[in-house]
């Protein structure tokens, strides 16, 4: 049941929300793009689509708002596959003219040149999303929109306040107020996204709680303020498919008429009458890159399901069992909010496979207080000589990123950088043992695309920009600080892997040293002879380096203790 309160009435009757008076502003503002992407469960072209357009909103997140519709043949479900269909996505389909799926409209207009059907079609196919929104967004509004929402979850019921203010006047003397309520992280299948069941839909429409083509905003000249609330009850399910209260989001845009679209914005709600009053739900342990035996802290995503806003968390944690360390975050998360928590590295020892533990402190559901994940031991090796070459996007300014030496110690850095250009950086490890390089983006969306290389050309790491948060790897340096000299050219050593010693030939004079991949130093000796024989039987199974010096020439070797 959908109950549509205006202005003062509706602040009245709603009670429990802490709406503004006045959401929406009055100051002339450029466009928001909405982009309707119509897909469906069995279009294998579709996951392709659905990581276009968030890219495209991961670009500009506060100016581009998302609405996902199952319509058309590869919507319709088979046998017990859920059906995400609605009753108003196949009308808006129809009057899009596409040609196939995916495909989507930007505002609901025509784009010369990117129609996907017929000349006139409002439909463009995934490539010119982006193309599209990139024209749009410049392109000042007659009018603006602004949307929020509250939900009472023990209730079901979600209010919607929708404002908008028209700072020009609209060329058609009718608008219609278009209102959508959306669900998040529903999983199911669908072809072409390889996770079986299991894939993560998205800004999913479920409702339109304005109807078919909106309600009517008969007045559409300058300085027109509209104000409405709508309450709605939140069935249990649409189709079958479970109504998730935590997932929900809301789109409100303003039409001319059925199709174009000066304008829009959306919002994810406020919640309140949760079950429980205080609820931290561990929701997993980030995945974690081979390491290589630094100091060692887990990234932890945390959900605030009770109805108490969240200030703080005691985190314990260890790995492979080890002795537990303990650390407390202070913040601010309200009720279904997430955030993702660094906690400090602590020491251990590497293994093969390592397992990673995290639990908060008991509160009044202990069923999801705990997580772990597991890691291997990295084979990655480089020289001390990288290159690092890193683009950024609009936001170059949330981009960082650090290298830390076998202590732990951060020996390089950058960021944060201007928008949209490259960085090309030489770095000199100094050391050899094992790093850590990691990159952050503050807006949690990733940024360009890196690479960081060595001396042999040889890839540490790479990525298109599509790493969230952050994301890192750790490496080897084999600690080689110059070019060689001929003088250790037949230098070698055997055998590898070794057991009780290990042989160093034609290096007489010289001095070596071995040290583990901390860049600990475990054996050094001065002045060896022709043929020295060096004792590793006392060392344990993994992998060591072997310094060895003569006057300028430097010759580091990766060798294997096996028992």
Aim: charged share 15%; aromatic share 8%; hydrophobic share 35%.
């Amino acid at each position: 049941m959908i109950k549509k309160l205006t202005t003062l009435l509706a602040f009245v009757a709603i009670g429990f929300t802490s709406f503004g008076q006045t959401i929406v502003s009055t100051s002339p503002e450029n466009k928001n793009v909405i982009l309707e992407e119509f897909t469906g469960i069995h279009c294998v072209f579709c996951p392709q689509g659905h990581a276009i357009a968030q890219a495209i909103k991961d670009t500009n997140s506060d100016n581009i708002f998302l609405i996902n519709i199952h319509s058309g043949s590869f919507a319709n479900p088979s046998g017990n596959e859920p059906d995400f269909r609605t009753p108003f996505g196949q009308e808006i389909d129809n009057q899009s003219g596409l040609a196939g799926y995916p495909a989507g409209t930007v505002n609901r207009r025509n784009f010369p040149g990117l129609e996907q059907g017929s000349s006139g079609s409002t439909a463009i196919g995934r490539n010119g999303w982006g193309q599209a929104a990139s024209i749009l967004l410049p392109e000042g509004s007659y009018v603006n929109v602004a949307v929020e929402a509250a939900v009472d979850v023990g209730n079901r019921e979600i209010v919607i306040h929708v404002e908008g203010y028209y700072t020009d006047d609209s060329p058609e003397g009718t608008n219609m107020l278009n209102v959508a309520l959306l669900q998040n992280n529903t999983l199911g299948p669908q072809t072409g996204g390889g996770m079986g069941n299991n894939y993560v839909h998205q800004h999913r429409m479920v409702y339109m709680i304005t109807g078919q083509w909106g309600m009517s905003i008969p007045t559409t000249t300058s300085t027109t303020f509209v104000d409405e609330t709508f309450t709605y009850t939140v069935p249990a399910d649409y189709n079958g498919v479970p109504a998730e209260m935590e997932d929900l989001e809301v789109v409100a845009f303003i039409a001319e008429t059925q199709q174009l679209i000066p304008s829009g914005s959306g919002a994810h709600p406020t919640f309140t009458n949760l079950p429980l009053a205080n609820d931290t739900s561990v929701q997993l342990i980030e995945d974690i890159n081979d390491q290589c035996g630094l100091d060692f802290g887990p990234r932890v995503k945390i959900q605030n399901r009770g109805n108490n806003t969240l200030t703080s968390v005691d985190f314990e944690y260890s790995v492979n069992s080890g002795t537990p360390a303990n650390y407390t975050w202070t913040g601010s998360l309200d009720s279904y909010q997430v955030t993702t928590v660094q906690l400090p590295g602590i020491p251990y020892t590497i293994q093969s496979s390592n397992t990673v533990e995290v639990s908060v402190s008991n509160d009044d559901d202990n069923s999801n207080n705990t997580a772990t994940n597991t890691f291997g031991e990295t084979s990655l090796g480089s020289t001390n000589y990288l290159t690092l070459l890193l683009n950024t996007d609009g936001n170059g300014d949330e981009t960082t990123w650090t290298i830390k030496d076998p202590t732990g110690t951060v020996i390089a850095s950058g960021g944060p950088y201007a928008d949209n250009t490259t960085v090309n950086q030489d770095i000199d490890l100094a050391v050899g043992g094992c790093h850590e390089f990691r990159v952050i983006d503050a807006g949690g969306n990733g940024s360009g695309s890196i690479v960081l290389y060595d001396s042999n050309d040889d890839v540490i790491y790479n990525t298109t920009g599509v790493y969230g948060a952050g994301e890192g790897t750790s490496f080897i340096s084999d600690g080689i600080l110059g070019l060689e000299s001929n003088s250790l050219e037949t230098v070698s050593i055997y055998p590898n892997p070794a057991t009780t010693v290990i042989n160093v030939q034609n290096a007489e004079n010289s001095t070596i040293e071995v040290y583990n991949i901390l860049g600990q130093t475990l054996y050094s000796k001065t002045n060896i002879s022709l043929n020295e024989q060096v004792n590793v039987s006392h060392l344990t199974e993994g992998t060591y380096f072997m310094k060895i010096t003569n006057g300028d020439a430097v010759k580091t070797s990766k060798f294997i203790v096996a028992k």
